[in-house]
């Protein structure tokens, strides 16, 4: 694991910082003041653009996962179809040619809080128990 840090962290260069063992508030601060988030793993709930979202930033992401259900391309987001340099950077250069509304994606982000969850499902059940009577 460490040769392959060291490895990345050379290919990478000066400009990019490899961060990690953040707590809460060093991550938020991570997020507020980034320009986007790249993410190239593979997530079940597409949860960090939703971290980042909810900070109006957009994310670039795999299309793939739960980043389907999260991410909103062009409005929240852009996505390239699997993890290779080239459609990264393609989609990283794609990225920053939008203009985004930190606003519109801090709205998509609220409407996956947990208040809207528990409202939605309340709702889910009282129409599941409403065609059972």
Partial sequence: MQLERARLETLAGPRVTFLRGLGDDQLRWSYANC???LTASYEDFG???LEVAA???????PRLGGFLDTIV????GVFFERPAAGLIAEAMSHLGEIAWVGEVIAE???GFNEARFAARLREVVAEEAAELQ
């Fill in 73 to 76: 391309e062009g409005q929240t």
């Fill in 55 to 61: 900070l109006g930033k957009p994310t670039a992401a």
């Fill in 35 to 37: 320009k986007a988030l």
């Fill in 47 to 49: 949860l960090t653009p």
């Fill in 108 to 110: 998509h982000a609220a």
